[in-house]
Nanobody, 114 residues
Framework: VQFVESGGGLVQPGGSLRLSCAAS????????MSWYRRAPGKERELVAT????????NFVNSVKGRFTLSRDNTKNTMYLQMNSLKPEDTAVYYC????????WGQGTQVTVSS
């Protein structure tokens, strides 16, 4: 089981980024998938979840209306579109399964700063 996150970077407040997650080693299409993040000095938190078939998504209140989530089961890939970014979104972002999360990847750093 492996997760490879990409797409992070430095962006100004109000900017956008699109994160990608490439998953392998398991049957991606039958798992609900999530993005998590760990801000400096804080615990890792669940940010967003997409149902296994992409039919629904859920977001933590702090990102609702700004982030969207999608997946491509033909490519074992998930995406997080982040708009109207705020400094408090600064964190390392990780992807994993919604339940029984394991084999964490290195994540991708998102820094929102002017």
């Amino acid at each position: 089981v492996q997760f490879v996150e990409s797409g992070g970077g430095l962006v100004q407040p109000g900017g956008s980024l699109r994160l990608s997650c490439a998953a392998s080693g398991f049957t991606f299409r039958i798992y609900d998938m999530s993005w998590y993040r760990r801000a400096p000095g804080k615990e890792r938190e669940l940010v967003a979840t997409v149902r296994y078939d992409g039919s629904s998504t859920n977001f933590v209140n702090s990102v609702k209306g700004r982030f969207t989530l999608s997946r491509d089961n033909t490519k074992n890939t998930m995406y997080l579109q982040m708009n109207s970014l705020k400094p408090e979104d600064t964190a390392v972002y990780y992807c994993n399964t919604r339940t029984n999360a394991r084999n964490w990847g290195q994540g991708t750093q998102v820094t929102v700063s002017s």
